[in-house]
Each structure stands twice: as C-alpha cells, then as structure tokens.
C-alpha cells in the first residue's frame, strides 16, 4: 500500500480535520518521518467534505523494514475505520 518514494500524498475527501490531526500525530511518533498538513484546493466549504487536501509524508524510502511495517498498520486501521486512502506519489 505504502510507496517507497522519498515523499507522498494520502488523502481522504471525506475525513474530518480532527481526524487528520489524530493520523499526523501517530506518524510522527515514527522515527525519521516527517507529516505536513496539504490544503485543501476546494474554494466552497462543505461540512461533508474534509477541510484538508491531504497529508504529505516524507522520510518513507528511509525507514527500516518495521517503521514501514507499523506506518502500514496506521494507515490500514484510518482506512478501515474511515474511507481508503488515495495515495498520490
């Protein structure tokens, strides 16, 4: 699931904001990752939608074997819980 690039995307339409803080927080307890927030490009707010464009993930490609295995875990259980991700490279 997870790309192997230096830095991506993730990003779910329909997630709140207060969930997107909750994801950033458990990344950024792995070592060696850093999470920003992406804006959303939407012009017309909507309570239905997310008010984030995404998250942009970097240090992946640098990451051993087991931090790549639990960022894989907490993206699957937000996908679960939530909607899958769509992950842009």
């Known amino acids: 699931m997870i790309p192997l690039t230096p830095k991506f995307i993730i990003c779910n339409y ?15 307890q ?9 804006t959303s490009n939407d012009r017309e707010f909507s ?4 008010q984030l464009g995404g998250l942009e993930i970097t240090g992946v490609d640098r990451l051993a074997e087991s931090e ?10 937000y996908a679960n819980r939530y909607n899958p991700w769509e992950i842009q490279a």
């Open 14 to 28: 329909q997630m709140p904001l207060a969930v997107y803080r909750e994801v950033a927080a458990h990344l950024q």
């Open 30 to 38: 792995i070592a060696g990752l850093q999470v920003a927030f992406v």
């Open 68 to 77: 790549r295995l639990l960022l894989d875990r907490l993206l699957s259980y």
């Open 47 to 50: 309570y239905l939608e997310s």
